[in-house]
Nanobody, 124 residues
């Protein structure tokens, strides 16, 4: 059974940095696409970054230039390095995986597996 477990969330002041991790287990072959989503209170869940198994990445405009998605296949771990954090980055962050290739800006329903989420709070 595929499991995704996020860690690394927390509280930080504006301008600070955090690195989220997502440990994946339970599947024999590497999934074609993994992504990070976030959901703020009262808002829809949105994809902010994805990476395919060739290492190609895409980002939402709201995080481009500040966030970096990466993966360590040997450790089966997905990362999200978040720099220059802003109060509007406050949200629950989720990692997700799917058996089809990344297409950027995907709907949550297109992903097959989800982690439980990790909270990121940025204060001004």
């Amino acid at each position: 059974q595929v499991q995704l477990v996020e860690s690394g969330g927390g509280s930080v002041q504006a301008g600070g940095s955090l690195r989220l991790s997502c440990a994946a287990s339970g599947y024999r072959y590497s999934v074609p696409c993994m992504g990070w989503f976030r959901q703020a209170p009262g808002k829809e869940r949105e994809e902010i970054a994805d990476i395919d198994n060739n290492g190609s990445t895409s980002y939402a405009d709201s995080v481009k230039g500040r966030f970096t998605i990466s993966q360590d296949n040997a450790k089966s771990t997905l990362y999200l390095q978040m720099n220059s954090l802003k109060p509007e980055d406050t949200a629950m962050y989720y990692c997700a995986a799917r058996w089809t290739y990344c297409s950027g800006g995907s709907y949550p329903s297109s992903f097959h597996y989800w982690g439980q989420g990790t909270q990121v709070t940025v204060s001004s």
